[in-house]
């Protein structure tokens, strides 16, 4: 199951309150490129619809097809600073050909 980090989480919420979404929920598209590595930048606030995964998840409900079910098994979602005030979504996924685990602290 996708897994989504309180740091994610946060941010979903802020996005959503800011943007006044009421209702809907955190939509993923995830899409394999030609290299076979998984594409995450799909994503918005949508309507849940009937045929969806729909999991809830540190206060957010998380919707996604059946298509996607595969590419996001045991994926975490985060939200990081990437350079200096610069943050972004990662996916940390064992489903992507290019993942590396991250190094464990001793």
């Known amino acids: 199951m996708l897994e989504i980090t309180d740091e994610a989480a946060a941010r979903i919420l802020q996005a959503a309150k800011d943007g006044e979404i009421k209702g809907m929920a955190l939509r993923l598209a995830p899409y394999v490129k030609e290299d076979g590595s998984i594409e995450y930048n799909k994503m918005g606030?949508?309507?849940?619809?009937?045929d969806d995964i729909k999991i809830h998840c540190e206060g957010i409900d998380v919707v996604y097809e059946k298509n996607y079910q595969d590419?996001?098994?045991?994926?975490?979602?985060?939200?990081?600073?990437?350079?200096?005030?610069e943050f972004s979504f990662i996916f940390l996924n064992p489903n992507d050909p290019n993942y590396v685990p991250p190094k464990k602290d001793k």
């Open 71 to 85: 590419l996001l098994q045991d994926a975490v979602m985060d939200f990081v600073e990437i350079k200096a005030d």
């Open 45 to 50: 606030f949508d309507p849940i619809k009937d």
